[in-house]
């Protein structure tokens, strides 16, 4: 269930961070001064603030002004608004890699400029656009792991759960509490085979003479 929610988690917020990536990309080349300001401000912003202040704000601040999210929500939300501000510059790029002689050649057919956009400049784009996408979904995926901090349901919050309370995890391997000298117990019992194995080759004296 937690791989479940941990995949879930990069898959909704992927989307969101799709959407407005897509969005400010298209504001960012606008003609609109207003518009491409607007645009350019956030990507610069969010880009500067990490993830993480991100989720506490969402999760922590927003409830004071009346807005409160679950955990899970408020994940989906802080990242998918930090990777859309990353992903406005990738989709930025793959659309300006298209050269400007597609639009012109769109619109003296007579297709408008949105028209012109969505089936001759993106489709296109998509190539170009995919590889840093798929990078930047595998990091998703990975930096989903900070969301337990604000007790979003997802494998490494599950993982703390588990092994937190109830285990101790070693060197030797994970310990259940009633018996915490175990751990020692099990490191000094690999480090006698470990020099076993080594003495019976001949290849260490440090401990026969110890």
């Known amino acids: 269930m937690a791989a479940f929610a941990t ?16 969005c400010l990309a298209l504001a960012r ?15 610069e912003a969010v880009r500067g603030i990490p993830a993480l202040a991100l989720l506490f704000v969402i999760y922590f601040g927003l409830p004071d002004l009346g807005m ?9 939300i ?13 989709f930025r790029a793959g659309i300006q890699a298209i050269h400007r002689g597609q639009i012109k050649a769109a619109l ?3 297709m408008t400029p949105w028209t012109a956009m969505l089936v001759i400049i993106l489709p296109q784009a998509v190539r170009v656009i995919l590889p840093p996408l798929a990078n930047y979904a595998i990091a998703l995926l ?29 060197d030797g391997g994970v310990v259940p509490p009633e ?4 751990g020692v117990e099990l490191d000094r019992g690999a480090l006698d085979r470990y020099a076993e194995a080594f003495r019976e080759k001949g290849e260490l004296t440090y401990f026969d003479a110890a």
Not at 29 to 43: C, D, E, K, Q
Not at 145 to 157: A, D, K, R, V
Not at 179 to 182: S, T, V
């Open 108 to 110: 003296s057919i007579g």
């Open 142 to 170: 990975k930096d989903t792991s900070i969301c337990s901090i604000i007790s979003t349901p997802e494998l490494m919050l599950r993982d703390d759960l588990v092994t937190g309370p109830a285990w101790y995890v070693t």
């Open 68 to 76: 409160r999210f679950d955990s899970f929500t408020a994940a989906v």
């Open 7 to 22: 995949l879930k988690l990069t898959g909704l917020a992927l989307a969101l961070a799709i959407g407005v990536g897509l």
């Open 29 to 43: 080349i606008s003609r609109f001064g207003p518009l491409r300001a607007v645009a350019v401000a956030y990507i």
């Open 179 to 182: 018996r915490p000298g175990l």
């Open 78 to 90: 802080g990242l998918g608004l930090n990777g859309g501000a990353y992903l406005a510059e990738v």
